[in-house]
């Protein structure tokens, strides 16, 4: 009867950290965020020498306070999930160790408390909410069109290089060092800032035949930013990606599960179902 109440309220449980399509699963994420988010607003505060002098106490209670309910949060994910190794050895599992620690290696070293500042990763967990499932779709689509036109991308992306070199190479020789194009790879520098239309201005050609050229290629840059666009969009017209959910394994915390799933694709684990 014991171990079936143990079971029962760890499943709860995993339910709640783990997923978000229930109402305890969503609020319990947008908590998290939230306190993720006031934790890198302090550490952020902390850096203001004369804000940091005049609030020291208060920040550093408030901090501590984040830190001990990350470590709760941190232990009962490990707690609540049959193959504990599988979430501390994980992705996040690992990006929320090194979201707890460095508050108590600040103990120990001086200078680690700015490590803090990588729970900024675990803002992550945002595309978790909220049923954003239907954008998790969206992104599914964008990678693997991604990896279907790397190739293209890439025989683009050296087309460009090339254009790069030769561009740099006739502005060195028309403007010359006297104009601030100094080496080739200088005014490869230009050739690039200029092609993707970024224009710093640092550097800018003076003579009528430069002037000109750096015109064709502000208008040549305009074509170039299209071009990856209508490769991925084309690859992306392709793909049909099968949607999947939140539902997290309680066993080996694997996610992205169809909506009709009955058992973990990856340890073939039953799913926890309401």
């Known amino acids: 009867m014991s171990q079936t109440k143990t079971t029962n309220w760890k499943s709860k449980l995993h339910e709640i950290i783990y ?24 550490v952020m505060l902390e850096s203001v020498e004369s804000f940091d002098s005049k609030y020291h106490v208060q920040l550093n209670v408030i901090e ?14 490990i707690v609540v999930i049959k193959k504990p190794k599988s979430y501390i050895f994980s992705f996040y599992g690992i990006i929320d ?9 600040s103990l120990i070293f001086v200078g680690t408390h700015a490590l803090i500042a990588l729970r900024a990763l675990r803002l992550l967990r945002v595309f978790r909410i909220l049923k954003l499932v239907r954008y998790l779709g969206a992104s599914k689509t964008l990678i693997a069109a991604l ?46 800032v200029t092609l993707t239309t970024v224009g710093y201005g640092d550097i800018s050609p ?16 305009y074509g170039i930013i299209a071009v990856p666009t209508g490769i991925v969009t084309s690859e992306m017209t392709k793909n049909n990606v099968i949607s999947t959910n939140t539902q997290s394994c309680p066993s080996c915390s694997a996610e992205k599960h169809t909506d009709n799933a009955e058992f ?11």
Not at 64 to 77: D, G, K, N, Q, V
Not at 264 to 274: D, M
């Open 19 to 42: 997923e978000a399509d229930t109402k305890e699963g969503k609020l319990f994420d947008i908590i998290l965020i939230l306190t993720i988010i006031v934790s890198i607003i302090v």
């Open 97 to 105: 160790f090194l979201a707890t620690i460095p508050k108590y290696l």
């Open 64 to 77: 501590w306070i984040i830190t001990f309910l990350f470590s709760l949060e941190y232990m009962a994910r």
């Open 206 to 221: 003076h003579t009528p035949l430069g002037q000109f050229i750096a015109s064709i290629v502000m208008i040549l840059g």
């Open 264 to 274: 973990c694709y990856q340890c073939g684990q039953k799913l926890n179902h309401e």
């Open 147 to 192: 990896k279907s036109s790397r190739i293209k991308i890439a025989v683009f992306l050296f087309s460009v290089l090339v254009l790069t070199i030769i561009l740099g190479t006739i502005m060195y020789i028309i403007e010359g060092p006297k104009n601030g194009f100094t080496s080739i790879p200088h005014s490869m520098y230009w050739a690039i």
